[in-house]
Nanobody, 119 residues
């Protein structure tokens, strides 16, 4: 079984912080070969990339996330994280984790976790 499960979402006030986690199933044996990313989708909008991290640890961030969000991975724990700070109402969305490796034709998504930033 190959599965990704997000957690850590919730309701926070503007300026607050939140840490999202994405845990891969134990049987996700190719996890360490995958590029990982966080995406989000707000109501009425298309899903967009927030940040990603390569197999080798290189990171990329959407302009809206730079300086506020940090993506990381822990291959030993088969997990990936998104540390979010200085949250804004525009960050409100369902956040999804993704693991992909085109060379082995693998592309997996989690079910999403809701993040709501509101006072």
């Amino acid at each position: 079984q190959v599965q990704l499960v997000e957690s850590g979402g919730g309701l926070v006030q503007p300026g607050g912080s939140l840490r999202l986690s994405c845990a891969a199933s134990r049987t996700f044996f190719t996890f360490n070969t995958m590029g990982l990313g966080w995406y989000r989708q707000a109501p009425g909008k298309q899903r967009e990339l927030v940040a990603n991290i390569s197999r080798g640890g290189s990171t990329n961030y959407a302009d809206s996330a730079k300086g506020r969000f940090t993506i990381s991975r822990d291959n030993a724990k088969k997990s990936m994280y998104l540390q979010m700070s200085s949250l804004e109402p525009d960050d409100t969305a369902v956040y999804y984790c993704r693991a992909d490796n085109a060379l082995i034709r693998a592309d997996y998504w989690g079910q999403g976790t809701q993040v709501t930033v509101s006072s």
